[in-house]
C-alpha cells in the first residue's frame, strides 16, 4: 500500500473537519482517532521522548506546513 503525503494527510484531516487553527486539546476524542488513523497512513512515526501523544504529535507535525 502506498503512503499518502504530510500536505495529502493535512488536506484529508480539515476535510475531516480538524482544524489546525485550533490548539489540539480542542479536537474531539473522534477528531483525534481520525489523526492517529491518518498518521498511519503516512507511515508517520513520533520519537521515542516525544513529550505527547501520538496523535498530538501527528497534529503539531502538520501544524508546520503553510
Do not use: C, W
Amino acid at each position: 500500500m502506498s503512503k499518502i503525503s504530510r500536505s495529502e494527510a493535512k488536506k484529508l484531516a480539515e476535510k475531516l473537519g480538524i482544524s489546525f487553527k485550533k490548539n489540539f486539546f480542542e479536537l474531539s476524542h473522534s477528531q483525534v482517532l481520525d489523526l492517529n488513523r491518518i498518521g498511519k497512513l503516512t507511515g508517520y512515526k513520533k520519537g521515542a521522548s516525544a513529550p505527547g501523544s501520538y496523535g498530538r504529535m501527528f497534529f503539531y507535525h502538520l501544524v508546520k506546513i503553510k
